[in-house]
């Protein structure tokens, strides 16, 4: 896999000399609909010797519109890069969303980016993608003034799951109920976590569940519950099943207020403190409950194992 290189907004002068296939938008989860976007300016580049770009922005609009309600990032930027890598993205461009950025007006927009990057060849939107002051922008004014300044415009048609199209927001009300499982089928791939094991309060050895716990907190934050999950090496090593609580383990740490991922693995675990590790979420078994103490604690973690193996041997 290729690393990309990132920029800080669109005054890239770094990008490799060669023409720019940029695909635009959000893109927060990296979603099946994002990626016929992403993939055909990979595919364009590829077959005409240019860059693959991805403009993205942060903050979220939302920071500036919805100042009381913002959008919480289903994917880290670190996982956003990652994911985005996989499919051949070489350039990741973020242009800080400000107040100034967000009141430019939409037919200034392919100018300003012709201004910037002068290699620009082709342009890559969904259909449904607006931009500009007011939102004023379409993917009709974009290829009309493509088509005048000798820039392709790709616009992809809306892809949807079970009849309705798939978007950020609905991958993010799947997440926060615990529906991993669809999740994953509207993201194509799965929703995962990375992070580097933390020494815990080793009782989960005691109660004869060691976990391995990770600090890891997206904004948004999946249903506190058990998962099957997948874990193995930030470089892909070791693939092992496992069981995971995301929670705040009200029966042994009453007040907790952050939530961490603690996984315990089916079988012999290859990895210990200090490991850097990917969490492929599987599918939600239980919502996390407090106890009246910790044997009943370990009686339904042996069920929740149980749980785990018999999904993986579905
Ligand atoms: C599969 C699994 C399910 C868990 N379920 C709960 C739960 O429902 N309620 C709870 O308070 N703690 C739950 N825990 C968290 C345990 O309390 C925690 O793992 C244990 O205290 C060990 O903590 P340590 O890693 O800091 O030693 C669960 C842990 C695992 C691995
Ligand atoms: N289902 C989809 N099919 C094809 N393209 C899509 C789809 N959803 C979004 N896009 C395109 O991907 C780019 C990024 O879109 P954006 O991140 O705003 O989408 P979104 O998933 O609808 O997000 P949100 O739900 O937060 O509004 C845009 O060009 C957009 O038009």
Not at 56 to 81: E, G, M, V, Y
Not at 257 to 264: D, F, M
Request: aromatic fraction near 8%.
């Amino acid at each position: 896999m290729n690393s990309a290189a990132e920029f800080a907004g669109l005054d890239c002068a770094a990008l490799p000399p060669r023409p720019v296939h940029l695909a635009i938008g959000m893109f927060d989860g990296v979603h099946r609909g994002h990626r016929t976007v992403i993939e055909a300016a990979v595919t364009s580049a590829r077959q005409a010797g240019g860059v693959a770009a991805v403009l993205t922005f942060f903050p979220h609009p939302s920071a500036i519109f919805r100042r009381d309600d913002c959008t919480q990032l289903i994917l880290p930027a670190a996982a956003k890069r990652r994911v985005l890598e996989t499919l051949g993205v070489e350039a990741i461009i973020t242009e800080p969303f400000t107040p100034e950025f967000s009141q430019i007006p939409a037919e200034e927009f392919l100018p300003l980016l012709r201004a910037k990057l002068p290699r620009l060849a082709g342009i890559y939107v969904g259909e449904n993608w607006r931009f500009g002051r007011g939102r004023r922008g379409d993917a009709a004014l974009l290829v009309r003034e493509g088509r005048a300044g000798g820039i392709s415009v790709f616009t992809a048609a809306r892809v949807s799951w079970d009849g309705k199209p798939i978007s950020s927001t609905r991958i993010r009300s799947l997440l926060v109920k615990g529906d991993v499982a669809a999740a994953n089928k509207l993201l194509g791939y799965a929703y995962f976590a990375e992070g580097v094991v933390k020494p815990g309060k080793r009782l989960g050895r005691q109660l004869g569940f060691p976990t391995l716990n990770l600090d890891w907190a997206p904004e948004c934050r999946p249903a506190l519950g058990v998962y099957a999950v997948e874990v193995r090496g930030i470089d892909g090593r070791d693939r092992r099943n496992a069981v995971a609580n995301f929670g705040l383990r009200p029966t042994v740490e009453p007040g907790a207020t952050e939530p961490r991922l603690e996984v315990h693995v089916l079988g012999d675990c290859p990895f210990g403190e200090g490991d850097a590790l990917l969490v492929d979420w599987r599918q939600f078994l239980r919502p996390e409950v407090r106890f009246a103490g910790v044997e009943q604690l370990q009686a339904q973690i042996a069920r929740d194992r149980d749980a785990a193996a018999a999904f993986f041997a579905r």
